[in-house]
């Protein structure tokens, strides 16, 4: 299947996505976290009615449902292929204005808007793999938000071809695009009943080839610190300081291990995110991470112990832990259901590629979807350095995931 056709319409696609701002902010209690979010998926709902997608709709939550209506006579299951359309709050996506690369010769790329900032490929060495290929990157004075309008882009594609090449068989397809992502709050609000889909597959991807089958579980634990007001000037014997302790509980953490800038590969970590702090009161936020449950029992048992180690110096005090499950490692579902994970890779190998099952460092809405009734792996779909100014994706990576999507629905086909 030859789909590099879609090239030119793909790329306008996503340069159209990427100048919307649409940053999530973990601080809004709104729903989504910021309106501008559905700037964008307004303009999803209107492009795929435009494609004859009738149903296409946005809902009050911020989430696009549609469907591509089935080719087949077939029974088969229906699939969902999500991406999400918030960017990071770790730095602006206002004002993006993507550059294209063309023809990478394997050097070093300049952006424009800042020179300054210099993708290198001893530091990105994935570019090594791009020679010949078109790069494309913000200017440098924003993150880029590949991650994860390409994954959005890339569905859009192929809607749009499907849509126009009705002799491709396959079985109904849903789409789901989501906010919020982000901050963790991407499927908060979706409606499975209303979604009817089967399987499913997160965009959202990073290296060529892959597909994500395991994410970290996931715990967020709140120590709050009550401490004993005095005044400073005659504090002695009565101030307890919760700043104070808030400070000892962060300094007592590991750092040669168990913190994210000591770890890689299968290490969990604990990772301290937010502290606020007071005289009388300090809450410290910090996010517990590892690939089993087992693991995170051993972090939330550390926590406990150097918070009660702390407060032993300070009797008159008190303090609250609260943890709570963020999400679960998707790997647990998706072992149930193996089929999901081997059509993948066929369709992978089908595009002309080595495909390779991969372990993430993170979560995606699919960590949640996969528990909530729709086992759901992460496609590739190119996107490199995300969440900073150095992030990068290729137009030949999303060809290739766009022809992955195709195959794959064509495959569930097959097999029904």
Not at 52 to 77: F, M, Q, R, W
Not at 269 to 284: C, D, K, M, N, R
Not at 329 to 341: A, I, S
Request: with cysteine; hydrophobic share 40%; glycine share 8%.
């Amino acid at each position: 299947m030859d789909v590099s056709a879609a090239a030119p319409s793909l790329v306008s696609r996503f340069f159209r996505y990427v100048k919307i701002d649409t940053q999530s902010d973990p601080n809004s209690t709104s729903i989504p976290s910021t309106q501008k979010q559905k700037d964008l998926s307004q303009l999803l709902v209107d492009e795929l009615h435009q494609m004859g997608i009738a149903d296409a709709h946005l809902d009050e939550y911020g989430l696009v449902y549609a469907t591509i209506p089935a080719t087949s006579n077939k029974k088969t299951p229906v699939l969902c292929f999500c991406a999400h359309v918030d960017t990071s709050p770790d730095l602006s996506g206002a004002g993006v204005s993507p550059v294209l690369h063309r023809n990478y010769d394997g050097g070093n790329l300049v952006l424009p808007g800042d020179p300054s900032v210099v993708i290198r490929p001893e530091e990105h060495p994935d570019l090594l793999q791009q020679i010949g290929n078109d790069i494309i990157t913000a200017d440098g004075t924003t993150l880029l938000g590949a991650d994860n309008k390409a994954g959005v882009a890339v569905i859009m594609e192929v809607a749009q071809w499907l849509m126009q090449h009705p002799g491709i068989r396959h079985g109904p397809i849903r789409i789901l695009f989501t906010p919020d992502e982000e901050i963790g709050r991407g499927v908060d609000h979706v409606d499975m009943k209303k979604l009817g889909a089967d399987y499913g597959y997160t965009v959202d991807g990073e290296s060529l080839g892959t597909v994500e089958i395991e994410t970290w579980c996931a715990r967020l634990a709140t120590v709050v610190f009550h401490g004993v007001s005095a005044h400073p000037g005659f504090a002695k014997g009565k101030m307890e300081n919760a700043v104070r302790m808030a400070a000892a509980l962060v300094t007592a953490l590991p750092v040669d291990r168990l913190a994210p800038e000591a770890t890689e590969g299968r290490e969990g970590f604990i990772h301290p995110v937010s502290v606020q702090a007071g005289l009388e009161q300090a809450t410290v936020k910090l996010l517990l991470r590892d690939f089993s449950v087992a693991g995170l029992e051993q972090q939330e048992h550390l926590i406990r112990t150097l918070v009660q180690e702390v407060m032993q110096h300070f009797p008159r005090s008190t303090c609250s832990i609260d943890i709570r499950e963020q999400y679960r490692n998707m790997k647990e579902v998706l072992d149930r259901h193996p089929q999901v994970v081997e059509y993948a890779l066929e369709a992978i190998r089908r595009a002309g590629l080595v495909p390779r099952t991969v372990s993430v460092r993170g979560g995606t809405d699919g960590s949640r979807l996969s528990f909530m009734g729709l086992p759901c792996p992460n496609l590739f779909v190119g996107e490199h350095a995300f969440h900073s100014r150095y992030e990068w994706i290729s137009v030949q990576d999303m060809l290739k995931s766009m022809e992955t999507i195709i195959h794959l629905c064509q495959i569930w086909e097959e097999k029904s």
